[in-house]
Structure formats: structure tokens, C-alpha cells
């Protein structure tokens, strides 16, 4: 029987010893970087990535074969550090180009990280940067300078194919947009983007009805999207195992597999609500009402659930959310919740399955091996409910009755995708208690699903946290005992804060330990 005493003696001691570095080593962080100001960025949610090493991706017949391997060297591993890049790492010149802002500043921060011990750099590649202006017109040459500045500067990539726009996410500038051409094609037609239950709609991603609607300049949104993962590798393919050592799939807004349920960039919605359906796109409604015809109950095709509240709403006094005779757990609560949750978790196996095929052959070769990642949201709020209502409208058919990530981790396995899982810096104690939050709830039930289905975590926060508390609380969640140890970790992001004496002063030691085996 295992001590139940041990997980608690390994916090005391770790959290000694992470003290005692921060101490020791607090003169040569102040030796080695002066002060680097750099970036300036508004508030902005995490995105994703990350993990290291030469794993390759595995088929299912191999990672079953080979699961008490992998999860049992995971107890005794290093936990590789990327951060990620700027929000607003590119600005418009002059001429109305596009260019790296403030690049000798940007190559004197990437070596003060080097040296620190981080691992690696995240950087989104954006859709709407590289096949700006028209179908097929891919431009490459930014990206190919910011790969080679960050490769020059000993690090590794994290790389972040990003199909959504950040235009809602940005202050100031620095803000995104999908592809001009895709925009023009939204103006004439809007049902390509999302839809809520009031008609209104933003273009940060596309709709996943047309995920198989060629009305793309002739193409499907799929087939937009594959062709964009075959242009990133064979232009990259030099890089892809030796310094491109993760490639994360966007999977809808911010890159997360969800629905754009809780859209805060554009006033709608604001914390804790419990957001809004999103599927009242002309594409969605067909499907439903097809889906609806099925079951032999064509009335329940009309429309989503109209007692399900609106973006700010709490869950107490929401009919669809509470007890009662059309709650979600009456028979069309089940096939409405059923059908949503499952079209987005289609929508994740079609993406997956293409990047899958067009990374598998660098499975068969140990020096060119990438991990294929693929990332949620973190809704914790009202977590501790019964019908986690926040989670519903995202899409994510998660309650205290019901399981809804298992699906999406089979999703991942199936395809030997790594899982980004956001909150690692949070702790239910520094919640409101009045929304019923549970980040640890969340993270914890992701470890278990993880275990069941094979499927790789790796972390990051969701919030910035330079703090000794934070940082501790991110290497606990990292190292916990219960637990697998996460195969990377991305802290989210690089600021100019990063690089404040008091807040490197904390991150070096913390970079440190993390890069240290257990």
C-alpha cells in the first residue's frame, strides 16, 4: 500500500529546495540581465503548446504496446520550458508591411532565456500572416526570419499552426485578422463564422459547418486548413525534429477545440458567465435539423435550447441548467448537448487525422520525430455544479453526471496527440467561492482521462504569474505525485515584466528546477 504521507513530504522538501536555489542564485540572475524592455501588450487569455525531446508520433498499436513505458519514465524526467512569444510580435512598417518588431531587443531577450535554462519558444503561425491576400498565396518569409533568429539563439520551437483571428484578444495593436480573401467571402456571407441565438457573429475562426462546404474559393475549410499544414512542411521541413520539436493544430478560437461561447473581446460576455450556444449559423442549423429528423423528433431541429439563459447569466434561475422538465437531462436536453459536443469533437478528429498523415513519416525516423499537440479551454467556472453550464456552452459535455473530456482524449489518441492543458498556475483557493470554480477540479479530472487514454499533458498557465506562489504552485502541478509529470510546460508569455529584476529573480530559479531531473 502506498504511504499517503509521501506525496506531502515531497511538497515540504521540493518547496525547500526551490527557496533555497531562489536564494543562491539570485546574484548571478542580477550580473546577467540588465533590464530588457521590450514588449508592451494589453491582456490577452493563453493560447497554447508545447512539449520536448526525440518522441516520435505514435500509432495506437505502438502506444499501446508501449504504455507502462511511457508512463512509467515519465515519473522521472526534466520538464522542458518553453515561453511563449509576444501577442504583438509583429507590427506594420512604414510601407504597410508586415515585419519583427524591435528585433535587436527581441535577440537580446532570446539569449538572456537561453542562457536561464529555458528550452524552447512558442510562436503562433498565423493564417491570416502567411495567405493573406489571396487562396494559395503563401508567404513564408517572416517566419522563416524568426525561426532562424530563434534557432541562431540555441532554442527550440514550439510552433503553432493558428487558423483564428486574435483581434478580440488584442489591445492596441498587434491584432490579427483572418485572411483578407476569407474576410471578403464573410462579408457577402456571415454564416461562415459562428452565430449565436440574437443572429450576431465574429470572424475570429470559422464555423465548423463548413468544415465540408466548399465555399472557399472552391474549397472546404478543411481542405484550407490541410493545405496550409502542406505548405508549413515542406517549406520547414529542414527544421521539423531539429529544431521544430512540437506543432500544435488550431482547433478554433484562441486554438482551442470549443465553441467561441464566452467571447469577452467583444463586450458580450464577461466572467464568470455562463456564455451562450453557438450554432445558429445557416450550415449548423441544417445539420441539427438533419440530426434532429433521425432521432424521428424533426421539432427538435428548429432551434437550440431557449431556456438556456444568455452570456451572463449564473446558472440559478436558468431552466436548462437547473432541475425541471426541459433541463439537460430531459431527452432533448441529451440530444442537443449530444449532437453539439459532437460535431466539435468530429470537427477535432478531421484536422487531427490530416496533420497526423502529413507528420507521419517523420515517425520513421528518430531524427526528425515532432510531437503533434492539440489544446482545450480552460472553464472552470462553475465546475462544482451539477450541470457545469459554462462547459456546456463551450462544448464540452462535462457535468457531475457525465464524463465529456473522455471523448476528446480518445480523439487525441487515436491520433497520437499531446493534450495543452491550461490552469496550472491556479488554485481553487484564489477563486471566487461564489462562482463555484474549480481549476484543480478541471486539471485533475484531465490527469485521469489522460492516464485511460494515453494521451501526453502538457502544461501551461492561463494567467501571468511571476510570483513565488504562482511558480511554486505550476512545478507542484508539473511534479505531482498522483500523477503523471507533464512531458513540457509553457509559460504564457514573454513580456516586459518577464524581465523586471524582481520577477527574474524568481523565474530563473524556477526555469532551473523545472529542467532538473526529479
Wanted: aromatic fraction near 12%; hydrophobic fraction near 40%.
Amino acid at each position: 500500500m502506498a504511504c499517503k504521507c509521501g506525496g506531502y513530504y515531497y511538497t515540504l522538501n521540493a518547496k525547500a529546495s526551490f527557496d533555497r536555489d531562489l536564494t543562491k542564485t539570485r546574484k548571478f540572475h542580477l550580473r546577467n540581465v540588465s533590464v530588457i524592455r521590450i514588449f508592451t501588450s494589453g491582456f490577452f487569455r493563453s493560447k497554447w503548446r508545447s512539449i520536448a525531446g526525440k518522441r516520435r508520433i505514435l500509432s495506437m498499436d505502438a502506444r499501446e504496446k508501449s504504455r507502462s513505458t511511457i508512463l512509467e519514465s515519465s515519473k522521472d524526467k526534466r520538464v522542458p520550458i518553453f515561453v511563449m512569444m509576444p501577442v504583438d510580435i509583429f507590427t506594420l512598417d512604414a510601407s504597410g508591411c508586415l515585419r519583427i518588431r524591435k528585433l535587436k531587443a527581441l535577440t537580446v531577450s532570446l539569449k538572456a532565456l537561453k542562457l536561464a535554462g529555458v528550452h524552447g519558444i512558442g510562436i503562433e503561425v498565423w493564417w491570416g500572416i502567411v495567405e493573406r491576400f489571396s487562396p494559395f498565396g503563401y508567404d513564408w518569409s517572416l517566419y522563416e526570419e524568426l525561426f532562424k533568429l530563434v534557432s541562431d539563439s540555441g532554442l527550440k520551437l514550439h510552433v503553432a499552426l493558428s487558423f483564428h483571428s486574435n483581434i478580440h484578444l488584442s489591445t492596441g495593436k498587434g491584432g490579427l485578422s483572418l485572411p483578407l480573401w476569407i474576410l471578403e467571402i464573410g462579408d457577402v456571407n456571415k454564416d461562415i463564422y459562428y452565430r449565436d441565438q440574437h443572429g450576431f457573429s465574429n470572424n475570429d475562426y470559422l464555423t465548423l459547418g463548413v468544415d465540408h462546404i466548399p465555399l472557399l474559393s472552391g474549397r472546404t475549410a478543411l481542405q484550407c486548413y490541410e493545405d496550409f499544414m502542406l505548405s508549413f512542411v515542406n517549406k520547414f521541413e529542414s527544421f521539423i525534429g531539429n529544431v521544430i520539436e512540437e506543432i500544435s493544430i488550431g482547433l478554433g478560437p484562441s486554438g482551442e477545440l470549443r465553441y467561441p461561447a464566452h467571447p469577452f473581446g467583444d463586450g458580450r460576455w464577461k466572467f464568470p458567465g455562463i456564455g451562450e450556444f453557438q450554432c445558429y449559423d445557416k450550415y449548423m442549423m441544417e445539420d441539427l435539423k438533419m440530426a434532429a429528423c433521425r432521432e424521428g423528433k424533426p421539432q427538435w431541429g428548429d432551434k437550440g435550447p431557449q431556456n438556456a439563459g444568455c452570456y451572463n447569466s449564473v446558472p440559478s434561475g436558468v431552466p436548462f441548467f437547473e432541475e425541471g422538465k426541459e433541463n439537460f437531462l430531459s431527452d432533448y436536453g441529451r440530444f442537443f448537448l449530444e449532437w453539439y459536443s459532437g460535431r466539435l469533437i468530429c470537427h477535432a478528429d478531421a484536422i487531427l487525422a490530416k496533420a497526423a498523415k502529413i507528420l507521419k513519416k517523420y515517425q520513421e525516423n528518430e531524427q526528425t520525430s515532432v510531437v503533434l499537440v492539440a489544446k482545450i479551454g480552460g472553464i472552470y467556472w462553475w465546475y462544482q455544479t451539477l450541470s457545469h453550464p459554462a462547459e456546456l456552452t463551450a462544448g464540452y459535455y462535462n457535468t457531475a453526471l457525465r464524463d465529456g473530456y473522455d471523448p476528446v482524449f480518445s480523439v487525441l489518441s487515436r491520433h497520437g496527440a499531446a493534450l495543452h492543458i491550461p490552469c496550472l498556475e491556479m488554485m481553487d483557493s484564489e477563486t471566487p467561492p461564489t462562482y463555484l470554480c474549480s481549476p484543480e477540479g478541471l486539471l485533475n479530472q484531465a490527469r485521469s482521462v489522460s492516464k485511460k487514454r494515453i494521451v501526453n499533458l502538457i502544461g501551461r498557465n492561463t494567467t501571468e504569474r511571476l510570483d513565488k506562489t504562482g511558480l511554486w504552485k505550476i512545478r507542484l502541478n508539473c511534479y505531482n505525485p498522483q500523477a503523471e509529470v507533464v512531458r513540457s510546460f509553457t509559460y504564457f508569455r514573454m513580456t516586459d515584466s518577464i524581465f523586471r529584476v524582481e520577477n527574474w529573480n524568481n523565474f530563473v530559479p524556477f526555469v532551473r528546477m523545472m529542467s532538473t531531473d526529479l
